[in-house]
């Protein structure tokens, strides 16, 4: 290393001294040339005067800046470098008095400028960084400046010098820290009961009227009063029923339980309890068809312990609800309804009190716009007091100059208890026989009242009754043309104009306590009359509410069905009675004692609970009627009408006579049986190509009329007309 060393020096000295003589040649030389060129210029200027050339005194050849000196940003060093510490100082004369003309002189120096920067860079600290001045020396891109911590950790101990001796003090005992015992988060379970606080329903303007009592300070006894609502129990008296919020959640897990038992996946969401029933609303698993969660409706009342269970969905969510029956009912009546808001200050024209909803709320219903009901159930299910509570409403809402009933009962005990009041027209109709001809006057009415209205020239009862209303104010009178006789001349009819006084027409609202009893006794006349009125009599002002016990095809037929888009269907006794009411299942579902299911105009079916009205309520509310008067019976509603008009309307209605096909299919089957001499009812049903039925009836009428003679002990008969030749 020593002998490295001085070699090094050696070799620096002598570069050093061959560059000083290479600048002090190239100075002679540059001097010569400079003198040559002054004589030049003295021959060719001989009036100049030559003197004798300046010599500057030589200067220092300026030394070639290293690498280092022309990049200062390589490092910044505070003093001057270091001497190499291999370099001994005696070595320096040695090199100077080298020869100068060393081979290899640029090689050596760049190998000598190596090893020096290489040690320079050994040796001198690293430079302290600035954390204000960024690393990309103002170029204006790169990283942002890098800032150390040098606050001191103060609660770390120091340091000992490397000269300490080994630290043999005994460490202080550890005291165990005694942690809190880990608590393991527990999710809370969500919220799924539903219990809003049920507030009463808001009263109407009658029932706080009649809750403030007036003082009459004049004997004015009106002409007619409608019923006043304390003649009905006071709903106050009711006891209530209420489940905590606890017992519906743990019955909504063990409802999760039961249906992941079955292999229905979901959650339940929400629970609604209402008065009667318990709605828990199932959020089902993506994939789960809504049928097979229904289909599992009798399985999930078992498992839950309950009287019954109905499964369906629910309209515009993506839920399915399944309602179970509470273990304590409450019990609805009628006072509640008809004290409502929604009754008493709604703007129908036929208002009916269905009940309560699910949730508790008070349901009514527009005979108006429904416009005809078609109501079914078994015996028990509350179809009974369901009509009671809806002629209670019509009672309580219409004075007789509103509405007339046609009130027909073949059971002749649950409507007879109205027999009297001012709202019918005529009394209770209980005779099969005499509903047939009640039910034809009506359609005789209805014909009436649309020629009245053709001639008036508005399209229904509200527009009629709205001309009487401007014609009264006005004391203007209506005419009409009546003939009075013929003439005596020309024979012609003799007509004359009338005038009289206009009177509105009152909406007539015909109620059939059972259908079934009718449609055995006269099952064509009652059906064609029903379907005629059914298909009409709405714009007339006529509507129709029936009920029956017996739900069968042969009952409720289609043609009835077709024209009863309004259904209410209590509890029936299998599914089949329910889809033939309904076009669904879910009615053998049912509790029973007023519990219903209600379709409006053929959409979704919504379930409520009928309010409960007593004997004793009816007949207090039928002495109040009864007390402002006899009833205004019109005759002819039972009579019937004479002879004449009843045959228009059994031509109307397609019954008794013949009509001009009919007569023409009895000739051509007489012209057969002359010509052939053969008459049964086999012959005619195949020379004709008709029913047996119409061919029996085509020999009937020929045996009426003498052509044949009855049927013998086997069956055949005697053609009495004389054959033609």
Not at 489 to 495: C, L, N, S, W
Not at 685 to 695: E, H, M, T, V, W
């Given at each position: ?134 690393l990309t020396n103002g170029r204006g891109r ?297 039910l034809k006057w009506t359609v005789g009415e ?280």
């Amino acid at each position: 290393m020593n002998m490295l060393g001085k070699s090094a020096a050696k070799a620096a000295d002598a570069a050093r001294a061959g560059q000083e003589k290479r600048a002090e040649r190239k100075e002679a030389a540059r001097l010569a040339a400079l003198a040559a060129q002054a004589e030049i210029d003295a021959g060719i200027v001989p009036e100049l005067v030559a003197e004798a050339p300046l010599t500057a005194p030589p200067r220092p050849a300026p030394e070639r800046p290293s690498l280092l000196s022309r990049m200062p940003s390589l490092i910044r060093r505070p003093d001057v470098m270091p001497e190499p510490e291999l370099i001994e100082p005696a070595l320096t004369a040695d090199l100077a008095n080298a020869p100068d003309s060393m081979p290899g002189e640029d090689r050596i120096r760049a190998k000598i400028a190596d090893a020096v920067r290489m040690r320079a860079s050994a040796a001198a600290p690293p430079p302290a960084i600035d954390p204000e001045r960024p690393l990309t020396n103002g170029r204006g891109r790169g990283p942002d400046a890098l800032v150390l911590d040098t606050t001191p950790h103060l609660d770390l101990p120091p340091e000992p010098p490397l000269t300490a001796t080994p630290y043999t003090a005994t460490p202080a005992p550890v005291v165990p820290q005694q942690q809190p015992p880990m608590q393991v988060p527990v999710s809370e379970p969500r919220k799924v009961v539903q219990n809003p606080v049920r507030k009463p329903p808001a009263p109407s303007r009658r029932a706080k009227a009649e809750a403030q009592p007036a003082l009459a300070f004049e004997d004015t006894t009106p002409a007619f009063e409608l019923p006043p609502l304390s003649l009905l129990s006071n709903p106050m008296d009711i006891k209530r029923h209420h489940l905590s919020d606890e017992a519906l959640e743990e019955n909504a897990r063990m409802l999760e339980s039961v249906l992941d038992d079955y292999g229905v996946k979901g959650e339940i969401v929400s629970v609604r309890p209402g008065p009667v029933v318990t709605m828990y609303e199932l959020e089902p698993a993506p994939g789960l068809k809504a049928s097979r969660v229904i289909g599992l409706a009798d399985d999930i009342a078992r498992s839950m312990a309950a009287l019954s269970a109905r499964v369906s969905t629910v309209p515009g969510r993506s839920v399915i609800g399944i309602e179970l029956p509470n273990v304590n009912r409450e019990m609805c009546v009628l006072r509640e309804v008809l004290a409502a808001r929604d009754f008493g200050d709604s703007n129908m024209q036929l208002p009916l009190a269905l009940g309560k909803d699910i949730g508790g709320d008070p349901m009514v219903a527009n005979l108006a716009k429904m416009p005809h009901l078609l109501i079914a159930g078994t015996t028990g299910s509350g179809k009974s007091v369901a009509i009671n509570t809806m002629i209670l409403s019509l009672l309580y809402k219409l004075t007789p100059a509103e509405c007339r009933l046609i009130m027909i009962d073949p059971k002749m005990l649950e409507l007879s208890v109205y027999d009297g009041i001012p709202h019918l027209l005529s009394p209770v109709v209980t005779d099969p026989k005499k509903a047939v001809v009640a039910l034809k006057w009506t359609v005789g009415e209805m014909e009436d009242r649309y020629r009245k209205m053709s001639k008036m020239g508005v399209r229904n009862i509200e527009g009629y009754n709205g001309r009487v209303k401007e014609a009264l104010a006005k004391n203007d009178m209506f005419s009409r043309t009546v003939q009075t006789g013929f003439d005596d001349e020309t024979g012609d009819p003799v007509f004359e104009t009338e005038e009289f006084a206009p009177e509105a027409l009152p909406y007539i609202v015909v109620i059939v306590d059972e259908m079934a009893d009718l449609m055995m006794v006269a099952g064509k006349e009652i059906e064609a009359c029903i379907q005629r009125l059914a298909q009409m009599a709405r714009a007339s002002g006529i509507h129709l509410i029936m009920a029956t016990q017996r739900p069968s095809v042969d009952v409720i037929t289609g043609t009835i069905k077709a024209n009863f888009p309004t259904r209410i269907s209590f509890q029936v006794t299998s599914k089949i009675d329910s889809r033939t009411i309904l076009g669904e299942m879910g009615a053998e579902q049912l509790l029973g004692m007023g519990d219903m299911l209600y379709m409006a105009g053929g959409a979704k079916i919504t379930r409520c609970h009928g309010p409960f009205v007593s004997d004793e309520e009816v007949e207090e509310v039928v002495n109040h009627l009864k007390a402002y008067g006899p009833p205004d019976y019109v005759g002819t509603v039972l009579d019937g009408p004479d002879s004449d008009r009843e045959s228009d309307i059994d031509l109307v209605l397609g019954l008794g006579g013949n009509t001009d096909s009919e007569n023409a299919l009895y000739d051509t089957a007489v012209q057969i049986v002359i010509k052939d001499r053969k008459c049964s009812t086999s012959y005619i049903q195949r020379k004709l190509a008709i029913g047996y039925n119409k061919a029996a009836r085509l020999v009937e009428q020929m045996e009426d009329q003498g052509l044949v003679s009855p049927a013998n002990h086997v069956g055949k008969r005697e053609i009495l007309v004389p054959e033609q030749q």
